[in-house]
Structure formats: structure tokens, C-alpha cells
């Protein structure tokens, strides 16, 4: 193979992610202030230490990005472990820790995570129909990125 060759072929991209998990949503899930219906979401996994969250838009005229947040993987562990418990208990909790701010809010016909700091979070509502897709795609990003073996 020729040096000329090695150019012309394509490259890997340097941040690609090492997985996305990408879960469907449905017609109930908004994303506040940006006032969006989001169609999926999607968790992009980078090994060993990080976790971005990312909505896909049914609409986006407005050309909002797509960044919700960004989780390391011992704030993705507990981000997983509260929002499973938030569900079953029906109880609302807070992560708060150096890097990430996330509200798990119980509403009558869903969930609200609020996302950010408090002058400028941002609100994504899901509805009881898609909560457990989300926890189980959390639950499976947070595996991937480190995995605890087992005895």
C-alpha cells in the first residue's frame, strides 16, 4: 500500500464514543427552557471515565444543541442508583456532587430531571411510559464504562 493510499483513507475520529445507547422516548418527553419534544436519548459512553447525555429533537428550528449533561463514572453510578430508587420509592432525590447537580423530581403523571445548576438548569420531563427504559439504559451505560467484576 502506498503512503498516498494510507491519506486517502478515513481517519478514526479522535472523541468518537466507545458506545451509544440510545433510548426511545415517547410523545410525552420535553426538554425546558429550550421547549423541545425529544424523541430519544442518547448516552454516549467514553471508557474508562466519562458519560454525556444527548436528546434527539422532533423538531429544532431553532438549532438547540442536543448536550443535556455529562456525568463522570462514579457520578453515573449514583445518578443510576438514585433514579432506579426515585422510581420505585415514588420519592424525589438530589445528586449533588463537584461536578454534576441533577433534581430526580416525582410528578403525578411522570418525571421531571432537572439538569444543571439552578439559574440555568434545564428540565427534562419524562413520562412513567419510558422511566424504566432510561434506568435500564443508565444502568447498562454505567456497566460499560466500568464494569465490576463479580466473585
Same mark, same amino acid.
Given at each position: 500500500m502506498a503512503l498516498h493510499d494510507l491519506k486517502s483513507m &478515513? =481517519? &478514526?475520529?479522535?472523541?468518537?464514543?466507545d458506545a451509544v445507547?440510545?433510548?426511545e422516548l415517547d410523545e410525552r418527553a420535553f426538554l425546558f427552557p429550550? !421547549?423541545?419534544?425529544? !424523541? =430519544?436519548?442518547?448516552?454516549? @459512553?467514553?471508557? &474508562?471515565h466519562k458519560i454525556r447525555f444527548e436528546a434527539v429533537? +422532533?423538531?429544532?428550528?431553532s438549532r438547540a #444543541?442536543?448536550?443535556l449533561f455529562e456525568l463522570n463514572a462514579?457520578? $453515573?453510578?449514583?445518578? $443510576?442508583?438514585?433514579? @432506579?430508587? !426515585? @422510581?420505585?420509592? +415514588?420519592? *424525589?432525590s438530589q445528586i449533588v456532587s463537584r461536578e454534576a447537580s441533577l433534581g430526580l423530581n416525582v410528578t403525578a403523571n411522570g418525571y421531571i430531571l432537572q439538569l444543571g445548576p439552578l439559574g440555568a438548569s434545564k428540565e427534562l420531563t419524562l413520562s412513567t411510559g419510558c422511566i424504566w427504559r432510561v434506568c435500564g439504559a443508565v444502568a447498562?451505560? @454505567?456497566?460499560?464504562? #466500568?464494569?465490576?467484576? *463479580?466473585?
Amino acid at each position: 500500500m502506498a503512503l498516498h493510499d494510507l491519506k486517502s483513507m &478515513p =481517519q &478514526p475520529q479522535r472523541n468518537a464514543p466507545d458506545a451509544v445507547i440510545k433510548v426511545e422516548l415517547d410523545e410525552r418527553a420535553f426538554l425546558f427552557p429550550e !421547549t423541545k419534544l425529544v !424523541t =430519544q436519548l442518547q448516552i454516549l @459512553v467514553y471508557k &474508562p471515565h466519562k458519560i454525556r447525555f444527548e436528546a434527539v429533537y +422532533a423538531f429544532n428550528e431553532s438549532r438547540a #444543541s442536543p448536550e443535556l449533561f455529562e456525568l463522570n463514572a462514579e457520578d $453515573a453510578r449514583q445518578f $443510576a442508583k438514585r433514579l @432506579v430508587e !426515585t @422510581v420505585y420509592r +415514588a420519592q *424525589s432525590s438530589q445528586i449533588v456532587s463537584r461536578e454534576a447537580s441533577l433534581g430526580l423530581n416525582v410528578t403525578a403523571n411522570g418525571y421531571i430531571l432537572q439538569l444543571g445548576p439552578l439559574g440555568a438548569s434545564k428540565e427534562l420531563t419524562l413520562s412513567t411510559g419510558c422511566i424504566w427504559r432510561v434506568c435500564g439504559a443508565v444502568a447498562r451505560a @454505567v456497566d460499560f464504562i #466500568s464494569p465490576i467484576t *463479580s466473585n
